[in-house]
Structure formats: structure tokens, C-alpha cells
């Protein structure tokens, strides 16, 4: 154990700081890397503290949390010396860390509303709990409700192997055939509605495609229709027009402006009226002009009413197709184009549906011998599974322990073809049963210590949390999970919240959770003890208040013991 710890270095929650969380007024507590025990009265705040680290893990944490009359709660915890794990993870959601550091801060506001950081640098509680993730492993009642769901049994025998190869190969097969059956479903679903949709298709081509359609022709028979249809009016205002400029009546614009020019030629060469008199003159000949364009197009004008005809019933049918199907030409066209590309695949389906059963049947071969392998994996797994946590509940007092692995084999999932539960008989002479059925409360305790400490060396979480891990034990057993407890701190760190003396004396560092009142506030205050510290507050915990010296006396050996065991280790 000691050369694992060595190889990966002293990862630890290092400090914590708790301002304003519930009784917590004001605290800073610092951490030994190795077993760390938290001790105090009923009430004293002990939870309070499992729920500020909780908060800096990313879990959810209501504003009632918040100390009264204050405006927010700040929790910051620092990690050191982070592990390839955390940093993987660090760098792949793009943040900064330095000297091997990490700093997480949890701002939880009365109004309801927190604030998320790391290194100083605001983040979102996904993100957070995707580093409190690899940081720190709380185990608590939640964790012994995982031993009661025996679908979750599976789960810690793939943790256990340390090796999920096989496992994500046969998941990555099982999600292809997935995919296949998938796609052959909605194939079938569209054969039996093929005809119906054929002949829809059918329809839309044949409707379109009669029309021939261009692009833009709607707008071009749009202007054309425009003018036809305005023609009459067109070609009477032109001839009306050339009229009232030059006719043989003396009043034609024409005529009345040969007069102004005849009446001015006498004096035009008096320079004051010769600039008039020429630009009569150009008006004259620019009417000449207009004259003579407004003939053209008056001669011009000639209104085809077979063209018009035409005209009229292309917009109308252009129209028409547009509100039927919506949209514009442009739209009407992909439609069309749409509508054939999908009946030529639905008229293909049948190979594809052939080529798509024939690679399923393939990959529904891969994949059972996929699971078949899975599953052996699994059963030699179980069998070292089974030996390792026997030992471990051998020495958590439990020596009459049989552990089994129910094991069956069903219809394929994406978890393999197994169903697996952890049976446990605890008392000689009686047949294996479901945990859920026979374990007591501090049997439960001990079988997920025994499971944490098998698989404390298959993942890379440095920190893990005990809450309640007492519960239910007493006498030797409790001392036998203190003495575990300080194993397991060999390799990890382990901070542990307990109302027995025979965990807490096993603690490299001990810490006393202790409430107070202050003028008329109560305030829960963390101090490190020292020995004699130590020794009163072990007393305290076999004995009550004010310990006699008999207890006294026994906590001292109690503390001489768990020194002297240090050393044997």
C-alpha cells in the first residue's frame, strides 16, 4: 500500500474555508493528507460540514442553508497536488491551474441564487461537478441504498475489474445493432404506408411537372398580363396625347408654338429675345421628336387576345399551384425535385432492407459473442471479487461471512447479456440471500467499507468522504472499521464523521466539531486536538461529560494503541 501511495503522491483535500453556513459562522479547517476524523456532540454542525463540501462538489444546495441574517454563504476548499485524472479533465474543459493547485468557491445567496468558481474563474455547477468528480468520493446512506438496488450490484463488479475494455467494446457494437434495427423499423413503418405515399408522390410530380416551371416565370407573365391588360387605356392615351401636340386644329400645342416662333422672328435678332426665340425653336423640334416616338408606339400597340388568353390562364394556374403547396416557384420546384428523389429511394427500399437485415444479423452474432466473453470476464471477476470482500468482512467482524454472485444470463442490453446481485449470508449455517433482505444497518456499513477498500486502487478519486459509516456497529467491529479505515488512508485520504471512539482513535488528525453561544447567536466552531484534547474528547465520547479518570485512563491507551499500530504499518 505504501509504494502505491509513493508512486501517486500526497493528493488531498488540503483546506476548506466556511463563512455563513448555518452555524458556521467563521471557519477555517486544514487537512492531514492521510485520516482525518470528525467528532462532536449531536447537533454540533457535523452534517453542516458534509453539506458546504457537498456545495463545492457541484450538488445541489437550497438558500435555507444560509446563515440567518446574513447575504450569502461562501465556501472555498483547496486542493493540491492534483492527479493526472483531475488535470485530464481540467484540460479538457479549457482551465487554467498552477503550482498544482486548485481552488473551488461556492457562493450560495439568501435570495436563492450561487455563484460558482474555480482558480477565481466563474463557472457553471456542471462543470463543477464534473472536476468535484474526480476529486472526492462521498459515501453516505445514499451509498448503502446502491447495495439494496441489486441492479446496481453489476455496476460495482465492472468498477471492481479495473478494466471496462470489454465492456465499452461490446457497448459500441450493441449501439451500432441498435441503430441498424432502428433504421430497419422506420423502413418497414415507411413500407406500410408506401403506397399511400407513392401515390401522393406520384400526384405532386405529375401536378408540377405537368406546369413545366420556371424559376422566375411568375413575375415575368405577371408584367406581361399587366400590360395587356391594360392596352385599351394605354393606346387611347397615346393617340390622345399625339393629338393634343400636333393636329391640323390651330389649338394642337404644335401649331400655337409656330405662332409664338413666327410672331418673335422679326426681332430675334436682338440679342435680349434671340435666346428666347432659340429655345423655341428646340422646343418645337423636341415636340417634333415626341410626336414621332408616340406614332411608333400608338402603331405599335397591337393587343393579341390569343396571347392575352394565354396570359391570363398561366398566372392563374401558376398561382394556383403556389397557394396550394405554399411557398414560391423556387420552393415549388424543390418540392418536385424532392418528391422524386424520395420515390426513387422508397422504391429501392427493398434492397436496402436486404442489405440492412443481412448486417444485422452479422452484428447480432458480434455482438452475443461479444457479451459471451463479457460475461466470462465477469464470472472470473466475481470470484476474486468474492474472495477479496470475504477477507475484508473477516476482518470487519464478520467472520461467519458467505458472499455469492447470483449470476444469470437474459436477453441482451447495453449492459451485456448478465443479471448479477451480491448475495450475503452473515450468520453460519444460513443460505446466501439478497442483501436487501437480511443485512442490518451496520452490516450494510461494513460491506460497503469492505467494497470501497477492494476498490479503493481501480480509480483515481484521491479524497473519500465517510458519513454515518458507524452506523449501526459498536465494540469491536467499530474498532475493527477504524483500524480499515486507517488502512484505506494509506493510499487515499479519508475524512470520516463518527460518534465512535474506537473510529475516531484510529485518525491521524482529529478534529472536534463544537457548538457555542456567542451573546445570542449559537456558532459551531472546527479546532484541531491535540493528544490531551484528544484524550478528553475520546472520554467524553465512551462516557458523556466529564469523563472520570478510569476513562480518561482508557482513552489514553486507546490513543497509545492506535500510535503503536501507526508504527507496526
Not at 509504494?3 to 503522491?9: A, E, L, N, P, V
Not at 454563504?73 to 493540491?80: G, K, N, P, S, Y
Not at 422506420?186 to 406500410?192: L, P, V
Not at 484528544?534 to 489514553?556: D, F, V, W, Y
Request: charged letters at 30%.
Amino acid at each position: 500500500m505504501f509504494s502505491i501511495w509513493k508512486t501517486r503522491g500526497i493528493v488531498m483535500l488540503k483546506e476548506i474555508y466556511i463563512e455563513n453556513l448555518a452555524v458556521i459562522e467563521k471557519s477555517t479547517i486544514t487537512f492531514s493528507h492521510s485520516f482525518n476524523a470528525f467528532t462532536g456532540e449531536t447537533g454540533a454542525g457535523k452534517s453542516i460540514l458534509i453539506n458546504g463540501i457537498n456545495a463545492i462538489l457541484g450538488q445541489r444546495i437550497t438558500k435555507d442553508i444560509v446563515r440567518t441574517g446574513c447575504q450569502k454563504a461562501v465556501i472555498t476548499a483547496l486542493f493540491c497536488n492534483l492527479s493526472t485524472y483531475t488535470k485530464e479533465k481540467l484540460d479538457e474543459l479549457g482551465i487554467d491551474y498552477e503550482n498544482n493547485e486548485l481552488t473551488i468557491t461556492r457562493e450560495i445567496y439568501a435570495d436563492g441564487g450561487s455563484i460558482a468558481r474555480i482558480n477565481s474563474r466563474a463557472t457553471t455547477i456542471s462543470v463543477l461537478k464534473e472536476i468535484g468528480g474526480t476529486l472526492i468520493n462521498i459515501h453516505g446512506q445514499h451509498d448503502n441504498q446502491i447495495l439494496l438496488s441489486p441492479e446496481k450490484h453489476m455496476q460495482i463488479l465492472d468498477k471492481f475489474s479495473g478494466d471496462l475494455t470489454l465492456l465499452n467494446d461490446y457497448r459500441k457494437c450493441f449501439k451500432e445493432l441498435q441503430h441498424i434495427a432502428r433504421t430497419i423499423k422506420e423502413i418497414y413503418q415507411k413500407e406500410k404506408d408506401k403506397t399511400d405515399r407513392i401515390e401522393r408522390l406520384e400526384g405532386i410530380i405529375e401536378e408540377i411537372g405537368a406546369l413545366d416551371i420556371d424559376e422566375n416565370e411568375d413575375n415575368q407573365i405577371e408584367n406581361e398580363y399587366n400590360l395587356m391588360k391594360n392596352s385599351d387605356r394605354i393606346i387611347n392615351s397615346l393617340k390622345i396625347s399625339r393629338q393634343l401636340i400636333d393636329n391640323e386644329d390651330s389649338d394642337s400645342i404644335m401649331n400655337r408654338l409656330l405662332l409664338v416662333e413666327n410672331e418673335l422672328s422679326e426681332f430675334s435678332d436682338i440679342p435680349e429675345i434671340e435666346n428666347v426665340y432659340n429655345r423655341i425653336i428646340s422646343a418645337r423640334i423636341e415636340l417634333e421628336d415626341i410626336t414621332s416616338e408616340l406614332t411608333g408606339l400608338y402603331n405599335d400597340m397591337d393587343f393579341d387576345e390569343q396571347r392575352f388568353g394565354y396570359i391570363t390562364q398561366r398566372l392563374s394556374e401558376l398561382n394556383s399551384i403556389k397557394k396550394k403547396y405554399g411557398g414560391e416557384l423556387s420552393d415549388i420546384i424543390k418540392l418536385y425535385n424532392d418528391s422524386l428523389e424520395e420515390i426513387k429511394l422508397l422504391e429501392s427500399n427493398s434492397d436496402e432492407l436486404k442489405k440492412l437485415n443481412e448486417k444485422k444479423e452479422m452484428l447480432l452474432h458480434e455482438v452475443t459473442e461479444k457479451a459471451k466473453k463479457l460475461s466470462q470476464f465477469r464470472e472470473k471477476t466475481a470470484e476474486k471479487f468474492v474472495k477479496q470482500v470475504t477477507e475484508e468482512l473477516k476482518f470487519l467482524d464478520m467472520p461467519n461471512v458467505v458472499l455469492e454472485i447470483a449470476h444469470e444470463k437474459g436477453k441482451l442490453t447495453v449492459n451485456g447479456m448478465d443479471n448479477m446481485e451480491i448475495m450475503i449470508s452473515a450468520n453460519k449455517g444460513e443460505p446466501p440471500k439478497p442483501i436487501s433482505k437480511i443485512a442490518s444497518g451496520g452490516e450494510l456499513s461494513r460491506i460497503m467499507l469492505a467494497l470501497k477498500n477492494v476498490i479503493a486502487d481501480k480509480d483515481d478519486i484521491p479524497t473519500l468522504i465517510f458519513d454515518e459509516i458507524d452506523t449501526g456497529v459498536s465494540g469491536r467491529a467499530a474498532q475493527k472499521i477504524g483500524i480499515k479505515l486507517h488502512q484505506i488512508s494509506k493510499i487515499r485520504q479519508v475524512l470520516c464523521v463518527t460518534h465512535l471512539a474506537q473510529i475516531a482513535v484510529m485518525a491521524d488528525n482529529h478534529l472536534l466539531i463544537e457548538k457555542q453561544v456567542v451573546g445570542d447567536r449559537t456558532i459551531t466552531q472546527v479546532k484541531l486536538l491535540d493528544f490531551e484534547q484528544r484524550k478528553h474528547e475520546i472520554a467524553r465520547i465512551m462516557s458523556g461529560e466529564n469523563p472520570s479518570e478510569l476513562m480518561l485512563k482508557n482513552a489514553e491507551e486507546l490513543l497509545k494503541f492506535k500510535f503503536e499500530y501507526s508504527k507496526r504499518c
